[in-house]
DNA sequence: ATATTTAAGGATATATTTATCCTTTATTAT
DNA sequence: ATAATAAAGGATAAATATATCCTTAAATAT
């Protein structure tokens, strides 16, 4: 579905977006862990996500760290994939097709028109926020200690 | 959404599927225009589609080329994956997860989970050739001349 | 002011995907 | 048999994605 890259975008921008704070800011050592993707890799990731600082927001030195406030936690998890130039990743024909619409169709355009639509919504629609309610407090980020008990 | 290689596999097979018959075969230069894909690498792919003489059937020499089975057009799209090593596309998590499961679920599994399921039946339960049928032949296959008029 | 911490950014390395070219093999037509 | 045709297959090149390392800049604590 998504490069390595846009999934390790994805993986970070929830992770933060459960884990911080403006209080509460969170190192690239802790986030490349928990979500369990290369550190380095991830710490260029994270600063493409910072561009615009409408998403995540960093502070440098002792104490600093990455982290989203409240506000940015709410935009839909769309803008993750904008800031990764990954916008119209569904915007595209199934079979790659430039000169496929709706007046010259390609063989699945309309079989797979009512599936592209939900996935548009999907990331459209929900916030960030609302993914990152930790329900059962189970999530599968490998190494994140959720656990209360 | 999937791989320039396996769009290429899916066009070249649909193609296949829409313009031959085992009288009628198609020689790789026709289907790369036709799917305006580069010759060569597209040689290799259909190369893999072959394997198995299940889906793609090949002849070489004078009037020899590619052609598929009316049996073969009514196999699931699903198949063209299969040959192309692509089968776990959509079983795998949407932000790229090993242990995401419905006990330990990700993030998005609940909501990714029923877009899943479209797309897995869509390419499970539709025939190549349901795909195929050429309703206003106005297909977007770049360079094929479908009009009949 | 200085040292320490942490992200930002540049340069480079590695792996994978995408693509081309050339030779070989099978088939057909003469 | 020989030449022509078309796919099969091997070797290699180019482009892109993935990844690492090192230096620079900013903020903080002492």
Do not use: W
Not at 33 to 52: E, H, M, W, Y
Not at 116 to 137: T, V
Not at 140 to 148: D, L, P, V
């Amino acid at each position: 579905m998504f490069s390595k890259t846009t999934e390790y975008a994805l993986r970070a921008a929830i992770y933060i977006a459960q884990k911080s704070t403006a209080d509460k800011k969170l190192g690239i050592a802790e986030i490349a862990k928990a979500i369990d993707s290369p550190q380095s890799f991830t710490a260029k990731i994270i600063q493409q996500l910072t561009r615009g600082n409408t998403l995540v927001s960093s502070v440098r030195g002792p104490n600093g760290g990455f982290f989203m406030t409240e506000k940015a936690k709410r935009l839909p998890v769309r803008v993750i994939l904008d800031l990764m130039g990954e916008d119209s990743k569904f915007q595209t024909c199934i079979l790659g097709l430039k000169q496929c619409s709706e007046l010259k169709p390609c063989p699945m355009h309309f079989e797979y028109k009512p599936i592209k639509e939900q996935l548009i919504s999907l990331f459209a629609d929900r916030s960030i926020e609302s993914l990152a309610e930790d329900i059962n407090n189970e999530h599968a980020f490998i190494n994140s200690r959720n656990k209360r008990g």
